[in-house]
């Protein structure tokens, strides 16, 4: 049984430094590291907010029998780069939440999200939505013009 390593030594007995994971608490004089949490919170509050906004319009002009407004297109742009952004925010959050952590010991943040793969996936999927619904709109045009 291995006890009492020094610093640095434990390179000899492991293939990777052991992993601890554990939920932080916050102390109330690290406001340095509140503040960055709030921020993050208030920005991925306010990129939901974006998103519900872009998905009623969508849903509205679908409700009233044009689903193929133009406008569509660009409201489904503006999802795939709200979902991209939330990433990122999360992403940036989790950096700046490990720097201004206020610990003895070195310390990463690690916040429960997905990996890029999935993000990517669904913001090339309201992307690609975003081409159909462009395709459908140029097509009820062309349909009114000759009509």
């Known amino acids: 049984m291995l006890t009492n390593l020094e610093i640095g030594e434990e390179s000899r007995y492991f293939d990777a430094a052991p992993t601890v994971t554990a939920p932080i608490l916050l102390d109330r004089e690290d406001t340095d590291s509140r503040i960055v949490g709030v921020l993050g919170v208030l920005s991925l509050l306010a ?18 029998g044009d689903p193929f407004d133009p406008r569509n297109v660009a409201r489904f742009r503006w999802l795939a780069a709200t979902v991209l952004v939330a ?4 992403e940036a959050g989790e950096r700046i939440l ?9 310390v990463e943040a690690s916040l429960a999200q ?34």
Request: hydrophobic share 55%; glycine share 6%; charged share 25%.
């Open 47 to 64: 990129l939901a907010w974006v998103a519900l906004l872009q998905l009623r319009r969508i849903v509205r002009s679908a409700r009233d």
């Open 87 to 90: 990433r990122l925010v999360l």
């Open 98 to 106: 490990t720097r201004t952590l206020d610990v003895d010991i070195p």
């Open 114 to 147: 997905t990996g890029w793969l999935p993000v990517f996936g669904a913001a090339l999927g309201l992307l690609a939505l975003s081409e159909i619904f462009r395709a459908g709109s140029e097509l009820r045009a062309f349909e009114q013009e000759t009509v």
